[in-house]
């Protein structure tokens, strides 16, 4: 059984920084790949970011320059490093990880962002 758990969120002032963390256990393949998505209230999961086996990244146009995502394949981790945060990043960010056909979820990590 894979389970995802998110842990980082929290409430942050515009212009500050966050870090989350995605810790993957299971039946967790290192060539799967892996990102974050999010959901602010009233609006559809979204994509931020992701990350393949061998590093390639791809990053929604909002975080573009912003965020930075990562992953240690050997420890099946992912993280995602949020700098100059807005009040439009206020969302449930959700792990991700994803192959074969499968796809699996984290229960979500909130961000507020607000002065």
């Known amino acids: 059984q894979v389970q995802l758990v998110e842990s980082g969120g929290g409430l942050v002032q515009p212009g500050g920084s966050l870090r989350l963390s995605c810790a993957a256990s299971?039946?967790?393949?290192?060539?799967?790949?892996s990102g974050w998505y999010r959901q602010a209230p009233g609006k559809r999961r979204e994509l931020v970011a992701v990350?393949?086996?061998?590093?390639?990244?791809n990053y929604s146009d909002s975080v573009k320059g912003r965020f930075t995502i990562s992953r240690d394949n050997a420890k099946n981790t992912v993280t995602l490093q949020m700098n100059s945060l807005k009040p439009e990043d206020t969302a449930v960010y959700y792990c991700?990880?994803?192959?074969?056909?499968?796809?699996?979820w984290g229960k979500g990590t909130l961000v507020t962002v607000s002065a």
């Open positions: 990350i393949t086996s061998d590093g390639n990244t």
């Open positions: 991700n990880y994803g192959g074969l056909g499968n796809d699996y």
């Open positions: 299971g039946s967790i393949f290192s060539f799967y790949v």
